[in-house]
């Protein structure tokens, strides 16, 4: 399946801003299911503008961006065209018993020759405390040798079932424990209880930012999150395997899903981070467009 | 003349009072405790250790009048240099006196090399362990450490990953931490490897010591520090990228940090530029000084600030300390900093159990100081034993992030033992175990005599230019005030020794004791680095001192007129003159309009709280102590700048102006504003009489001078002057009586005018003769000769904000004619037009100079 994304972040400032400092995640990150075709980032205004592109520790592309001239807004776009491959079929069943994957967490070599790239994402980070709490609501979906999948799946589709989908609940600020209490929350607050909850059993699990296709194929229902940012969860299933699992929409990721980056939380791939000098309040808003390609 | 390693007579006379006084020999005869553990001054059966003799020797009989007017001259110097240290969480905690013992601890130089060679091991393991896990990770690959001991640690930083270090040198400032075991081993206790504090002190403590025991400090041949402090220069100007003139800065959290008395001392004693994280702006991927004359390329920033903070677009998003970009900046290789962000990771627990190995493999020698044994409960061994041991263990946070308070295994009941175990279980990686160790004492001289308290000696080492490390030959000595007390903190009350580690041969004397800047000579060069390196923010923070102590000195004046009138009813027209004083207090909103009204008759009790109200209330924004409050803020803020002077009497001000306990008459009251007044004017007089007229204090000078012209026209309105004519001719001469004391030119109008007072001759005094250093010309000429010294901001293209400050300035001044002042329909125009004119000169001054806008989140 081929895409054409486009994600527009605008910022309106009181007054002006002698300049700012910008870190994005806004190129996707390419993986075996997912190639970039084209990508074009651009800054609005754009007289003096330092830009640096780098990958991230855990691999994704992001570009720091300086504006260097007095601005009363700014205008962050990026345009790419993805093509996301189907993924096979994964055989839940035969993925390894979820008691094996703690315990080679926990003697800590998880792969020979891991320098950590798959242990990293079992411990707390700074927006997933683990605890007790998220470990007793994941217990139910793991029960004693499930193959690590099932267990993921039945999670993720618990998640789905009894939380509920509210942009007025939570802000980026609202702690994991509190979502945990009120089973509200949006798409990024889902995504950090199921990882949250599989690292709490002692689980590797990695937080996804990317998009979903705005407008579904015809005769499906439109999902949840579509024209923003989306986020969902990925638990490790054993050798290179993981298994992406969007808890907003109860479904194992397909092609409708492009990834853009992925980390241990929000804090590690948000798509915008910024600092600026000066200026009063600002105004954010954010647009995402998924658009279908025909080949 | 002095020979190598001949004893002068001196010296022989030394020693044979040592051997006269033999019952130094005696622990007991002096009365020194001595428990099971290693004592530094005595042996187990309680006779004096050899390198003590020459030292006990020429301290004489340790007679408690002696030693305490040397303890007299310590604190007289410490107080003299200003050296204090802040305690975080009490609010009496700014600015306590450093506290010194009068004995030093003395090493040996045989031990001095064991320890010196085992810590210069120790630092280019660190260094290597960094430069690996930064890059690499060939440690973690290879299963020489587990993944663990980063993923799981909240003090590595994923951010400067994969960055470039010049040298792959991340560690250039370190410093350990030692304690002695019962055995007299010296073991590492803890490693400082991102921001370490003491040095400073060390040095300070030397700099005392010497001078207050001079003839020990000549006997004793002490190793001196001032090498290694040149050599770390040396090595920071080695770091930077540009080689022509670079700029080094000391990057400080600011006054309210815990140690920024030695923030301000090193960067003195370095010679480098001491800045805030406000101070510095990132542009083009480079770091630059923002200064009153533009942007200065910084090349070596030298923090003080820890990793976390040091940048907020990338590291910890809500920290103001540090400088959004920095790590941009770094990653181009535009700047080097110094130790490198992400460094702090060694000063984590769990890794000290895997040194030994790690030493073989990476040096391929044997770990040579040895480091109190701790086991990381992360690793599955380490736990077991830790679970086993419990009772034996001290509990610690393996990463100094999630810090919470050591546990004393034995010490647990059965359920909070079993809440440990339960904790361990499920963040294993969050816990160490470690020995419970017993430090060594060191005497102390407490309550008349000297006594043995525990002791942690914290040594310094530095890179050199050449890849390896210098060790400062001495180190800061903490010890507790406790005897049985095995928590050494400065922030817990605990004392410091200067270290003297003694020379196996004499000492070069062409080798001063410390370079003999102390830290008041210091701060007497202010200002010394160029006028290109003050930092906007001190320019600001100097105008706006120099607008407080000019409006606290108002208001002192008025308070002063109104309590002489209340106290001494019998002063020629003390009633007329009240009334006058009291509304001026009022319209200037030191008290309220209806007392003014009554202008003091009848309202006895009611003026009498409400003029207490206006000086002491620190709830009042008008009143003197809110005034005085800002003005001790704000010299706070640019400490680093102000002469030692200075600052005293900034802070007796600040304490002259606090409410004393019980009543307070008139009488007295009058007493405690003189003494204001009195300080007030000693802090303008060093700032006229100590000052290097630089830019720097062209900004005070300015802020005095602003103050001062904006209060005078005040003062002038206040009283109503373009009405006097319409008044009665005794309230017209109370009003004049008012307008020249307050102006304190009551003594020149009587030398030139003998008649009664005049409207017109006193105006003429007041406004326009520019001989009067307290006329409104004199201030308004002052401030045009900064205007044009200062230079220009380089903002092309808009209209010039210091050209349209001179010309409210000279419009100021064109009014001011003999002719116009004298007449009062004119005179009415002149002051409502100055009343709206000047004010604005300060904005333009700030829209000029010190528009250096603070960084926040997008």
Redesign the interface.
């Known amino acids: 399946m081929r895409y054409r994304c486009r994600h527009t972040t605008r910022y309106d400032y009181g007054e002006d801003v002698p300049a700012s400092h910008h870190i994005v995640h806004l190129t996707a990150r390419e993986h075996p299911l997912q190639r970039c075709r084209r990508n074009l980032l651009t800054v609005e205004p754009g007289g003096n503008v330092v830009r640096a592109d780098q990958l991230d520790y855990f691999g994704n592309p992001i570009t720091y961006l300086a504006v260097q001239e007095p601005h009363r807004h700014l205008v962050i776009t990026t345009e790419s065209e993805m093509e996301v491959f189907p993924s096979p079929p994964i055989d839940a069943e035969s993925t390894p018993a979820w008691e094996r994957l703690r315990d080679v967490v926990r003697t800590g070599m998880p792969v020979p020759n891991d320098g950590g790239e798959i242990l990293q994402y079992a411990f707390d980070s700074t927006l997933v405390p683990t605890g007790p709490e998220l470990a007793a609501y994941a217990a139910p979906s793991f029960t004693p040798e499930l193959p690590v999948a099932l267990g993921a799946i039945d999670l993720m589709r618990r998640i789905h079932r009894d939380f509920t989908f509210d942009p007025h609940a939570t802000t980026v600020a609202t702690p994991l424990r509190q979502v945990l209490a009120n089973r509200r929350g949006v798409c990024q607050d889902f995504a950090h209880v199921i990882v949250g909850a599989l690292r709490s059993l002692g689980l590797p699990a990695r937080y996804v930012s990317g998009y979903l296709r705005t407008l579904p194929p015809p005769g499906r229902p439109r999902l949840i999150g579509a024209d923003m940012s989306h986020a969902w969860g990925s638990v490790w299933c054993g050798s290179d395997q993981w298994l992406d699992l969007c808890p907003t929409n109860g479904r194992v990721t397909d092609e409708d899903f492009i990834t853009v980056a992925w980390g241990r939380d929000y804090d590690d791939v948000s798509p915008v981070r910024g600092v600026i000098h000066g200026g009063a309040g600002h105004g954010l808003s954010v647009e995402v467009d998924v658009e279908p390609l025909d080949d | 003349m002095s020979s190598l390693d001949t004893p002068t007579p001196d010296h022989a006379d030394a020693s044979s009072k040592l051997i006269q006084g033999s019952l130094f020999g005696e622990a007991d005869a002096i009365g020194y405790g001595l428990g099971p553990i290693y004592d530094e001054m005595v042996t187990g059966q309680g006779r004096l250790r050899p390198h003590w003799q020459t030292f006990m020797g020429t301290l004489g009989p340790l007679d408690p009048e002696i030693m305490a007017e040397r303890w007299e001259e310590a604190r007289r110097l410490l107080h003299q240099n200003g050296v204090t240290y802040n305690i975080y969480g009490d609010p009496q905690g700014m600015e306590r006196p450093w506290p010194l013992d009068m004995i030093p601890l003395l090493i040996p130089s045989h031990e001095w090399r064991a320890i010196e060679s085992g810590l210069v091991q120790r630092a280019m393991l660190l260094n290597a362990v960094l430069a690996d896990l930064y890059g690499p ?1 060939t440690l ?2 290879d ?1 020489r450490l ?3 001991v ?3 640690d909240p003090g590595f930083r ?2 400067v ?2 960055v470039r270090v010049p040298g792959d040198m991340f560690l250039h400032f370190y410093a350990v931490d030692l304690a002695r075991a019962p055995d007299g081993r010296w073991w590492v206790l803890s490693d400082r490897t991102q921001a370490p504090s003491g040095s400073g002190y060390a040095l300070e403590n030397r700099a005392v010591m010497a001078k207050v025991l001079p003839d020990s400090f000549r006997h004793c041949h002490v190793e001196r520090l001032a090498p290694f402090f040149n050599a770390f220069k040396d090595t920071l100007r080695a770091l930077a990228p540009r080689r022509e003139n670079p700029r080094i800065v000391l990057l400080t959290p600011g006054p309210y940090n815990e140690t920024y008395f030695e923030h301000v001392y090193l960067a003195r004693h370095l010679g480098i530029t001491l800045v805030e994280g406000a101070d510095l ?5 480079q770091v630059f000084l923002k200064t009153l004359s533009g942007l200065e390329p910084v090349d070596v920033i030298l923090r003080r600030v820890d990793d976390d903070f040091c940048d ?3 590291l910890r ?1 809500e920290s103001t300390l540090g400088v ?2 920095l790590v ?1 900046a770094v ?2 290789g535009t700047v080097v900093v110094a130790n490198a962000l992400g460094s702090g990771l060694m000063e984590s627990m769990s890794f000290k159990s895997f040194l030994p190995t790690l030493c073989r493999h990476l040096l391929g020698e044997e770990l040579r100081l040895p480091c109190v044994a701790s086991w990381w409960c ?3 061994s380490e736990r077991s034993y830790v679970l086993d041991h419990l009772d034996g263990l001290v509990i610690k946070p393996a990463f100094p992030s999630r810090s919470f308070e050591p546990i004393f295994g034995a010490d647990l009941s059965t359920a909070e033992r079993r809440e440990l175990v339960e904790k361990i279980r ?2 294993p ?1 969050d816990r160490v175990g470690q020995e419970r160790l017993s430090l060594s004492t060191a005497p102390v001289w407490q309550g008349g005599r000297l006594q043995p308290r525990p002791l942690v000696l914290r040594v310094f080492l530095c890179a050199t230019a050449d890849g390896r490390y210098a060790v400062m030959p001495g180190g800061l000595t903490r010890v507790s005030t406790e005897p049985g007390k095995l928590v050494v903190s400065m922030q817990r009350g605990g004392g410091s020794k200067d270290t003297w580690v003694l020379a196996a041969r004499r000492i070069e004397s062409s080798t001063p004791a410390v370079r003999t800047t102390s830290f008041g000579e210091l701060r007497a060069a202010e200002f010394r680095s160029a006028a290109t390196d003050l930092p906007s923010r001190v320019a600001d923070g100097l105008f706006w001192l120099g607008r407080y102590a000019e409006r606290s000195e108002g208001a002192v004046r008025l308070l002063r007129g109104a309590y002489t009138r209340l106290t001494d009813g019998n002063m020629p027209g003390a009633s007329d003159e009240l009334r006058p004083l009291l509304r001026l207090m009022a319209w200037i909103g030191m008290i309220p309009w209806d007392l003014a009204k009554m202008g003091g008759i009848g309202s006895g009790r009611a003026l009498r709280t409400a003029l207490q109200t206006s000086v002491f209330d620190a709830e009042h924004p008008n009143s003197l102590r809110s005034n005085v409050i800002r003005l001790h803020r704000t010299a706070y803020s640019v400490r680093d700048r102000l002469s030692l002077d200075l600052w005293r009497v900034i802070s007796s001000v600040e304490r002259q102006s606090v409410q004393p306990r019980g009543r307070v008459d008139a009488a007295s009251m009058l007493l405690r504003l003189d003494d204001v007044m009195t300080s007030l004017a000693a802090m303008a007089g060093l700032e006229q009489e100590s000052m290097t007229r630089s830019h720097g204090w062209r900004f005070l000078d300015f802020g005095r001078r602003a103050e001062r012209a904006i209060h005078i026209v005040s003062v002038m309105r206040g009283v109503r002057i373009a009405e006097t004519e319409r008044m009665a001719e005794i309230e017209q001469t109370a009003a004049l009586e008012v307008l020249l004391e307050l102006g304190e030119s009551f003594m020149t109008y009587r030398e030139r005018h003998l008649a009664a007072l005049q409207l017109a001759p006193v105006l003429e005094l007041l406004l326009v003769d520019d001989s009067n250093p307290r006329a409104l010309a004199f201030q308004l000429q002052a401030m045009e000769r900064h205007l044009r010294a200062l230079p220009r901001s380089a903002s092309p293209g808009h209209d010039d904000p210091t050209d349209a400050a001179l010309r409210i300035i000279h419009a100021a001044m064109s009014s001011l004619r003999v002719e116009t002042v004298g007449h009062a329909a004119t005179l009415a125009t002149v002051i409502d037009q100055l009343a709206s004119s000047l004010p604005e000169v300060s904005n333009l001054l700030a829209h000029a100079y010190f ?1 250096h ?6």
């Open positions: 990770q973690i690959r299963g587990p993944p663990a980063i993923c799981a994923r951010e990953h994969g702006t990132v542009r083009d991927r907020p677009l990338q998003a959004p970009g941009q990653r181009a992360g690793a599955d499920r963040r990686w528009s806008a603070f960084a926040r989140p997008a």
